[in-house]
């Protein structure tokens, strides 16, 4: 049963990050095409709940499919299972998590 749920959260947040990938690459080809500076665009993101929400979500959707992926590719390739599996799925989406959180606070708080 833990397998199916974490095949659909892996399924959801890929839906999730899907628009929000594209999004991202949108932004980036238009600030690249305006010309702005860094400083111009972390100008633009300061302060913004806006972008802090859209980042935020990205963050959360890639530290939770990332390490569910990763879960797998660890159980199927180490044979690591159980306790010390999950341990390990924990401990890698909470780092995505945060590094991808203190990247989202610096660009749009900090």
Do not use: C, N
Not at 70 to 83: C, D, P
Request: charged content about 10%; hydrophobic content about 60%.
């Amino acid at each position: 049963m833990l397998d199916f749920r974490l095949y659909m959260l892996q399924r959801i947040t890929a839906l999730l990050m899907a628009p929000l990938v594209l999004g991202h690459l949108a932004i980036m080809i238009y600030a690249i095409q305006g010309g702005l500076s860094t400083a111009e665009i972390l100008d633009r993101t300061h302060g913004s709940l806006l972008w802090f929400l859209f980042y935020g979500t990205f963050v959360v959707a890639v530290a939770v499919h990332g390490a569910i992926g990763l879960r797998t590719v660890v159980y199927e390739w180490f044979g690591l299972k159980g306790t010390l599996l999950t341990a390990f799925m924990v401990g890698v989406g909470s780092m995505l998590f945060v590094l991808g959180a203190r990247a989202v606070w610096a660009v749009t708080y900090a």
